[in-house]
């Protein structure tokens, strides 16, 4: 599981859903969907600190070019430390500003992509797949 700290910065709430944008440091913003509101929850507050997790399958990784558009909101550059190659999912570890990401994606997707050691990519993950831990 990939976790880490912020704080929340924006909330954003229509109904009982909340659009909670995290700052985890080093001008990285993280939005996650929540169906929960401030009034609903405590820890729904501007600047509490907060904890965000989403898991190595629920992580993409690719490489956007300068023109290159995608509807994910959520992209984190880092550089690919190592892959973990197995029979049918490897793990792709990537040093990013924030800390560690590790995203499991298929065996053969290493070899289309391709990926190699140093390369700078990017890792995407969905709002609605991040929870958030107070």
């Known amino acids: 599981m990939n976790s880490f700290k912020g704080n929340i910065r924006h909330i954003l709430t229509k109904g009982n859903i909340s659009i909670v944008t995290i700052d985890l440091g080093n001008d990285i913003h993280i939005k996650t969907i929540v169906i929960e509101t401030p009034e609903t929850n405590e820890c729904l507050k501007l600047n509490h600190a907060i904890t965000i997790l989403f898991k190595e399958t629920e992580t993409n990784i690719g490489r956007l070019s300068e023109n290159d558009k995608i509807s994910t909101v959520n992209a984190i550059d ?19 500003p924030i800390g560690v990401i590790t995203s499991t994606i298929f065996s053969e997707t290493i070899n289309t992509l391709p990926l190699n050691i140093g390369d700078k990519v990017t890792a995407f993950i969905n709002p609605h797949e991040i929870m958030l831990s107070y």
Request: proline share 0%.
């Open 78 to 96: 880092g550089t690919l430390l190592r892959i973990e190659k197995g029979t049918l999912l490897s793990n792709v570890i990537l040093q990013t």
